[in-house]
């Protein structure tokens, strides 16, 4: 049987990079409430800034931020001061936790999946990811109830079978879980840890 890969061929490994690269900054996932909160904090502070120096330069100040009060305070204070020490302690970890946040990739929703073409990107949410390994476990013979949990790049799939002992029967889920991934192609390789609770008695 000739298939659609070998009519058209391989794509070049510089192509098949790209894609992944597509795919993958296609799936990342963003992190817009915690940019959202943050510029609209960052637009509240200078808005009120910005209104307090238009208020003082026409000769009306609207006091809506104790400028004295922080002008003498500062001005009364040293870098040495415990106080001053630890406000700046403070803003740095503030400061390195919206770094960290903004950079670290959220949880996403998508699996992308392998095609080998920059042009087309195509991914799978998890509940269709669980249901698709899901099918496949039930296929199993001796399975009588599947369920699975998808963390990342980790499936756990727990299994229920009404026999009382069959030391293959998680071996052969695995196999059809891991069948199943390689007609899915995910883009990133997937670890499969498979549990079977075998019937009492």
């Given at each position: 049987?000739?298939?659609?890969?070998?009519?058209?061929?391989?794509?070049?490994?510089?192509?098949?990079?790209?894609?992944?690269r597509?795919?993958?900054?296609?799936?990342?996932?963003?992190?817009?409430?915690?940019?959202?909160l943050?510029?609209?904090v960052i637009?509240?502070?200078?808005?009120?800034?910005?209104?307090?120096?238009?208020?003082?330069?026409?000769?009306?100040?609207?006091?809506?931020?104790?400028?004295?009060?922080?002008?003498?305070?500062?001005?009364?204070?040293t870098?040495?001061?415990?106080?001053?020490?630890?406000?700046?302690?403070v803003?740095?970890?503030?400061g390195?936790?919206?770094?960290?946040?903004?950079?670290?990739?959220?949880?996403?929703?998508?699996t992308?999946?392998?095609?080998?073409?920059?042009?087309?990107?195509?991914?799978?949410?998890?509940?269709?990811?669980r249901?698709?390994?899901a099918?496949?476990?039930?296929?199993?013979?001796?399975?009588?109830?599947?369920?699975?949990?998808?963390?990342g790049n980790?499936?756990?799939?727990?299994?229920?079978?009404?026999?009382?002992?069959?030391r293959?029967?998680?071996?052969e889920?695995t196999?059809?879980?891991?069948?199943?991934?390689?007609?899915?192609?995910?883009?990133?390789?997937?670890?499969?840890?498979t549990?079977v609770?075998y019937?009492e008695?």
């Amino acid at each position: 049987m000739t298939t659609v890969e070998e009519v058209l061929g391989r794509p070049s490994q510089g192509l098949d990079r790209r894609a992944k690269r597509v795919a993958v900054h296609t799936f990342r996932p963003r992190r817009s409430w915690p940019a959202v909160l943050t510029g609209l904090v960052i637009l509240v502070v200078a808005v009120v800034a910005a209104a307090e120096v238009i208020a003082a330069l026409a000769g009306n100040p609207l006091r809506l931020i104790p400028v004295g009060a922080a002008t003498d305070y500062a001005a009364a204070t040293t870098w040495s001061e415990p106080s001053v020490q630890i406000a700046s302690g403070v803003l740095a970890l503030i400061g390195l936790a919206l770094i960290v946040v903004a950079l670290a990739p959220g949880q996403s929703r998508w699996t992308a999946l392998r095609t080998d073409d920059p042009a087309l990107v195509v991914g799978l949410t998890r509940p269709a990811l669980r249901r698709a390994v899901a099918a496949a476990a039930q296929d199993v013979s001796g399975v009588d109830s599947v369920n699975v949990a998808v963390r990342g790049n980790k499936l756990r799939v727990h299994v229920r079978t009404g026999m009382r002992e069959s030391r293959g029967l998680p071996a052969e889920v695995t196999a059809a879980v891991e069948h199943r991934l390689e007609e899915l192609a995910p883009l990133r390789s997937m670890r499969i840890a498979t549990h079977v609770r075998y019937a009492e008695g």
